[in-house]
């Protein structure tokens, strides 16, 4: 069973420090990674999506990497703002089925 | 504007009673789930249907039920057999085909009084 890990839990920085955020995952057979953003009691807005075969995706100050064979994925934000502050979930498929597994979330706080 | 609806936002409701959250989309996406989140803990798929008239159970399926009658309409019933209704729950559809990426709705959070 696919178990997926988010560390760490809670994460504070003051405004303008890049940072990175981890998911490891006990299942290498994977279709792909998802990353998610949520805002207190808001649905979750997908942020960057890798597939198996890809090593990263970038979208504007985001970067995604995926290394499967350590099943490991990490978020870097650069050049943080307040207005990231949220919980960030990353979500794996696995290749036998349509479902996610998800990790249970970092909750970032950036300082101004 | 395309996306996923979900309502009522809020939701009340008594000991013993069913009550049904409302989830649709126009995104024309086949598939589409059903989580439920609790404070401090990650989602956990109660359903899932990838194409009308079909659903499969997910981890927490216990006191729930679905139907998927159309493409754009997956409907939640949290009947009165679930012990611990209170929550946060979410609706999402997935993309076709090879990128398979999934969408979500803005969620209902349902409190039992």
């Known amino acids: 069973k696919q178990e997926v890990t988010q560390i760490p839990a809670a994460l504070s920085v003051p405004e303008g420090e890049n940072l990175v955020l981890n998911c490891s995952f006990t299942d290498s057979a994977i279709y792909n990674l998802q990353w998610f953003r949520q805002d207190p009691g808001k649905g979750l807005t997908s942020l960057l999506l890798i597939q198996s075969s890809q090593r990263e995706q970038t979208s504007g100050r985001l970067n995604a990497s995926l290394d499967k064979s350590s099943g490991r994925s990490t978020l870097y934000i650069a050049a943080s703002q307040p207005g990231d502050s949220a919980t960030y979930l990353c979500?794996?498929?696995?290749?036998?089925?349509?479902?996610?597994?998800f990790g249970e979330g970092t909750q970032l706080t950036v300082n101004p | 504007d395309g996306g996923i609806t979900q309502s009522p936002k809020y939701l009340f409701r008594k000991e013993g009673q069913n009550v049904t959250l409302s989830c649709e989309q126009n995104l024309n996406h086949d598939a589409m789930y059903w989580y439920r989140q609790d404070p401090g803990q990650g989602l956990r798929l109660i359903y899932y249907?990838?194409?009308?008239?079909?659903?499969q159970k997910g981890d927490i399926a216990e006191g729930y039920s679905v139907s998927r009658e159309k493409k754009e309409s997956f409907p939640l019933t949290v009947t009165s057999a679930q012990k611990n209704p209170t929550a946060f729950y979410l609706c999402?559809?997935?993309?076709?085909?090879?990128?398979?990426?999934?969408?979500f709705g803005p969620g209902t959070r349902l409190t039992v009084l």
């Open positions: 999402a559809s997935m993309a076709p085909g090879s990128y398979n990426e999934q969408f």
């Open positions: 979500a794996v498929r696995g290749t036998s089925g349509s479902r996610l597994t």
């Open positions: 249907s990838q194409i009308v008239n079909d659903f």
